[in-house]
């Protein structure tokens, strides 16, 4: 019989903590070891420079202080967690091992997992992460955030509707609805159609939860039920809940057969229902998460620094400083000595990874409003300009350094 308590692991923290918050590809992991790298040896990995940079990254993340670390590292994926442990297991067949983060945020903010295998890479441990490892008492403080929302119910009365679609389709739950090129090994609804009768390999509605807070469908490309899925939106709001549901064409992340061949697959339809929040963001994602944090630190009065990081514009809101001072409406705000006097307080520093050029526009208002007092609270990562830190290791110690400098109680104690 398995016990998970979760205990509220912010009690036994004092000053000088750091909490690192880090979007996962090109941002923990480098854009060199992207998945086709690692996953489909293509490219084949540099073990050499892999081993190197997450040396480095352990030797960053062990500092200790009365025999307990001082920092924990929170990865957040756009990957559900199913994917994430295969891309786990994919370094560790290669022989090659990562510093395991200590807790893991899925797809859209969905749940944090806790880890309980600090030694994966050493270990015959499956999976880094489990199912069950839910860190139950986070979903409280994000409920605020998530007013009419219960994903459990909700997945019930999908459930319910799919099967009063006439034809009966089969109800199908993949690991992911990507395909065998990125996911293979019992993951995937490519495998699962292949192994059914030929009879229903055009009749089924697939549905994957990831953690409490995303629900994705999807059905063979060319089928009515695809539609028919659609109004699932209304449905649900008669209901009462407050949902944001989206449906997505020709999306590369839902890999379907089609009606007209079952043999033929391509991108297909994904309907996504998520939770509608309040305030700036839309979604519950990684940002809520980090103020939920953030906002314990300032209550505790901890001293303790926050760091979030990202390399995308999903990854904005999260390092968009002024989404953590409630009564902020816009950037412009600034300029009013008000809200320049809250930023100063805060225990938040944030990393944009550019790997693009995407979303330039942003950091330079980013880099002019958050570092006006000439402290780097919001830095950029970039290796082709040696004015900035050229990795990501390199810029949470300048975070550091430079909280240091405001805070003298994190400085002493770190």
């Not at 690192?20 to 070891?33: K, L, Q, R, V, W």
């Not at 229902?273 to 314990?296: N, S, W």
């Amino acid at each position: 019989m398995k016990i998970n308590l979760n205990c509220n692991s912010y009690l036994h923290f004092g000053a000088g903590y750091t909490r690192i918050f880090s979007d996962f590809d090109g941002t923990y992991m480098p854009a060199e070891f992207n998945h086709d790298v690692l996953c489909n040896d293509n490219p084949p990995v540099d073990s050499n420079a892999f081993n190197s940079y997450f040396s480095e990254f352990g030797k960053l993340l062990s500092p200790e202080k009365d025999g307990k670390s001082t920092t924990e590292l929170t990865v957040s994926t756009g990957r559900n967690l199913g994917e994430f442990n295969y891309y786990m297991k994919k370094i560790k067949d290669k022989g090659l091992s990562i510093p395991v983060p200590d807790k893991l945020i899925v797809t859209n903010g969905g749940d944090e997992f806790l880890c309980h295998t600090k030694n994966y890479f050493n270990s015959n441990k499956e999976n880094m992460f489990e199912e069950w490892d839910i860190n139950t008492s986070k979903r409280k403080p994000l409920r605020k955030y998530i007013m009419g929302w219960d994903g459990y119910k909700i997945k019930n009365r999908v459930k319910s509707f799919i099967s009063s679609l006439q034809g009966c389709p089969l109800l199908i739950e993949p690991a992911t609805h990507q395909g065998l090129y990125g996911y293979k090994g019992d993951m995937t609804l490519q495998e699962d159609i292949e192994k059914l009768p030929e009879e229903y390999r055009t009749n089924y509605v697939s549905l994957r939860q990831d953690g409490s807070s995303l629900i994705r469908l999807t059905a063979p490309y060319g089928s009515e039920y695809t539609e028919e899925l659609k109004q699932l939106s209304d449905e649900l709001k008669k209901s009462g809940y407050k949902i944001d549901f989206q449906v997505k064409e020709d999306n590369d992340e839902t890999f379907v057969n089609s009606v007209s061949d079952p043999k033929e697959w391509r991108h297909g339809t994904s309907v996504e229902i998520k939770p509608r929040t309040r305030g700036k963001v839309q979604t519950l994602d990684k940002y809520h998460h980090v103020k939920v944090m953030v906002d314990h630190i300032i209550q505790e009065g901890s001293n303790d620094l926050v760091i979030a990081c990202g390399d995308g514009r999903n990854d904005l809101a999260m390092l968009d400083l002024s989404n953590y001072i409630d009564e902020m409406e816009s950037l412009e705000d600034f300029s009013k000595p008000e809200f320049r006097e809250q930023v100063l307080k805060l225990p938040l520093f944030t990393i944009f990874v550019r790997n693009s050029s995407s979303s330039d526009d942003a950091l330079k208002n980013y880099e002019r409003n958050f570092n006006f007092d000439g402290v780097k609270r919001f830095i950029v990562v970039d290796k082709n300009d040696d004015s900035r830190p050229s990795t990501l290791i390199d810029a949470i110690k300048l975070a550091q350094e430079e909280y240091s400098k405001i805070n003298q109680e994190y400085k002493r104690n770190a």
